[in-house]
């Protein structure tokens, strides 16, 4: 892990000057992810807010080499350009080392392109997929996706006399993709920086596809100060709600454990798109909600061996103890 | 001389190209190709990266993906599949990917029904694809060799789909001539892709949004590549004619020059076509044939030319248009008519939906009928279906 001295003097791959909101978490989380290598980056996306905001012809925010093909077909794009480099590699045609990365928003990773990214999952393209997971359909206007949580409001869940927001519970889609046995699976959060662009890194380094879900504040969609994004992230993972993890070659490693676990209340009452669950007669939502987060974090608790992975020290050689009695 | 199914001829074909990136899906009737093509990189016999895709609209998408890298990318499909395509036909059309496709015609979806018609490319008719209707496997094979140099022409840069009708062509055992493997790499020659996404140092940025003040010019600027597209179409069917004794152009005349009735198809019915045509000069009826080949870019003043002198003139299309007056390619023939001001009477003739079997004694008809059309001098009841029970 470099130190935020050293990332600072990273070569910006995505510029400023784009169209993102002032507080989105995607231009965060696609420089933090930048950050995680030193090789060329060939980046695809999705149709999406990323997309939009950052290639307004004739302009581009990007200085790698970019690629938009359409909505639900970011990971078949990319497998595309991941299987033309390997033909051009294996013709003696190309030299470089060159790494793959996807963007995709929760709508078109968990809904419209869940397919295409199960198959390129499936048959093993060394690309790193990135779900910018903001929980809803933002791009067209806060629509609900398979990402949205119970309870949440959006416009196609919206609150009303007979309905309190979203009914049904959200996909667990970074269980899905570890199902593909695939070497590296994580979620992860903009407002943890060193846990971002180290997973950024362990997927770079993954030979195989990887796969990071990144929790991505949306101050439009979630009705949240734009000032608040990092900090709400960061109580998405204390409250447990977003648990930070991984599953590396399909071991399930717990990434951090609050010491205090805060109530989802508190998560709840920085939006806006939840301040509905505080309204009378709201009170056995709220629990059933509190409830289904407690009983998924067990649950992860089991996964994960009840604890947070330390990384094992390296075995001690005798040559590097010598070394050490050498050294004092 | 070699005996091969149409698939196979196509599939012998792509293992001669040996494009980069080969990333395709099974369906009825195409599947033979892509599982042809497995084997030859099963086996070593190409150095093809074999992309398995999980549907049709991800072979597209990854094709666009490796097109847009610098390489040659191919795949192949019928009906249902490339109706699951049709959002990227567009996408690598106005990429300007030089994508190679051959499609195996079969009538779309409901009901479902795997035979031959031409639903499923008249439906793309407007994604921006050169399309090449083949009347025989020879013409399957041929022409597959030739679309890599027509897409990849600098003055083109169009996607390229190979449409061959399903099992009549790619089922049926056909006699023909294959070009040995050294001829195709030299006709088909090396690939200079212009600004691929796999320069690094060069980053380009492929598909971004196009607002209102930009998009109407980028598809002007697409609108003028199709009359250099005509123009290497002749172009590689003449080289190739040279190559092989077998020249291709838009269309093909049999028998047209002196006849006063003329018939109009696409696809492997010109076979039964001409067969027919030369029963009716046996019996001094003046039938001719035009069988075009082209229908992307569309040669409207060519065919209106062509068909001009003719006292009748029958269009038949294998697919319908739903609510439109007549068929996909009667509408064009009359279009490029009543521009070239050749006023001649038309009829169209809706055939063969679903493989429909369409025979002799059914094309003869339509020449008794192109008499009585003639002699009315007007054309009552243009729209005809030929072969369907009342």
Known sequence: MASLKQLATMPERLTGGHRLCSGCGESIIVRQILMGTNHPVVVANATGCLEVCTTMFPQTAWKVPWIHCAFENVAATISGVEAAYLALKAKGKFDRDVRFLAFGGDGGTYDIGFQALSGALERGHRMVYVCLNNEAYMNTGIQRSSATPKGTFTTTSPVGSARPGKREQRKDLTACVAAHNIPYVAQAIPGRWNDLVTKAQKAFDAEGPAFLNVLSPCPLGWRHDSSLSAQITRVAVDACIWPLYEVVDGEWRLNYAPRQKLPVEDYFRLQGRYQHLFAKGNEALLKEIQETVDKEWDKLLKKCGGQVWRERPAPKTAEATAQAAGAD | ?390
């Not at chain 2, 050749?342 to 079997?357: A, D, M, Q, T």
């Open chain 2, 1 to 390: 001389m070699i005996a091969l199914e149409g698939n196979l001829a196509v599939a012998e074909a792509m293992r001669q190209i040996e494009p980069d990136v080969v990333a395709a899906y099974p369906i009825t009737p195409q599947t033979e190709i892509v599982q042809k093509f497995a084997e030859y990189v099963a086996n070593g016999q190409v150095r093809t990266e074999f992309v398995a895709v999980e549907s049709e609209h991800s072979a597209m998408s990854a094709c666009v993906g490796a097109a847009a890298s610098g390489v040659r990318a191919m795949t192949a499909t019928s009906s249902q599949g490339m109706a699951l395509m049709w959002e990227i036909l567009y996408i690598a059309s106005t990429m300007r990917l030089p994508i190679v496709m051959p499609l195996v015609n079969r009538a779309l979806s409901g009901n479902i029904n795997i035979h031959c018609d031409h639903s499923d490319s008249m439906g793309a008719r407007d994604a921006g694809w050169i399309q090449l209707y083949v009347e025989s496997s020879q013409e399957a094979y041929d022409t597959t060799i030739q679309a890599v140099r027509i897409a990849e022409d600098p003055d083109v840069l169009l996607p390229v789909m190979i449409c061959l009708d399903g099992f009549i062509l790619s089922h049926a055992v056909e006699t023909m001539e294959l070009l040995p493997d050294e001829a195709v790499k030299k006709f088909i020659g090396q690939y200079t892709p212009i600004q691929p996404l796999l320069d690094i140092d060069n980053p380009v940025t492929y598909g971004p949004i196009d607002p209102p003040d930009f998009y109407f010019e980028h598809k002007r600027s697409m609108m003028e590549a199709y009359p250099p597209a005509k123009q290497a179409i002749i172009r590689v069917g003449d080289e190739f004619g040279e190559l092989t004794g077998r020249r291709y152009g838009l269309f093909e005349e049999y028998r047209l020059a002196d006849a006063e009735f003329g018939l109009l198809v696409l696809g492997s019915t010109a076979g039964t076509a001409k067969e027919v045509v030369d029963v009716l000069r046996e019996d001094g009826i003046p039938a001719g044939l035009l069988r075009l080949r082209c229908f992307r870019p569309f040669p409207n003043e060519e065919v209106a030319q062509a068909v001009s002198h003719l006292k009748s003139l029958a269009v038949a299309d294998r697919s319908v248009s739903f609510g439109g007056f007549g068929g996909p390619v009667f509408n064009e023939v009359c279009s490029a008519l009543y521009t070239a001001k050749k006023k001649i009477p038309v009829v169209n003739y809706i055939y063969g939906l679903g493989g429909r079997e369409v025979r002799e004694e059914h094309l003869a008809s339509i020449y008794e009928d192109l008499a009585v059309v003639a002699s009315n001098g007007r054309e009552t009841d243009t729209v005809r279906l030929l072969g369907v029970r009342e």
